[in-house]
Nanobody
């Protein structure tokens, strides 16, 4: 079992930046594939970014490519999402997810069904 706790959400103006953190209750170096998803009101959950257990491979959703960066610090059991050039359409609840599988492919990494553990979410609101 893995508990995930997100932090770092808040209100920011368009063009601003935020960094989200996801702290895991067990060693993230234990082959955990990690990801961020988001869900806006009335919309389906959307893939944002994923990172392999060793940080070597990353993958991004098209809507955030070039603006968001996912990273991890396995010594701190934490995954980060640096969000720059934020837009009002980035407004959503952001969820951290983890999978005990070290298997990596972009298809697997971007599907919510590929993750067993989820955090409670953190709200990000971008004002225009």
């Amino acid at each position: 079992q893995v508990q995930l706790v997100e932090s770092g959400g808040g209100l920011v103006q368009a063009g601003g930046s935020l960094r989200l953190s996801c702290a895991a209750s067990r060693r993230t170096s234990s082959s955990l594939r990690m990801a961020w998803f988001r869900q806006a009101p009335g919309k389906e959950r959307e893939f944002v970014a994923a990172i392999a257990w060793n940080g070597v491979s990353t993958y991004y959703g098209d809507s955030v490519k070039g603006r968001f960066t996912i990273s991890r610090d396995n010594d701190k059991n934490t995954v980060y999402l640096q969000m720059n050039s934020l837009k009002p359409e980035d407004t959503a609840v952001y969820y951290c997810a983890a999978s005990p599988s070290s298997v990596w492919s972009t298809g697997i990494a971007s599907r919510a069904s590929g993750y067993s553990y989820w955090g409670q979410g953190t709200q990000v609101t971008v004002s225009s």
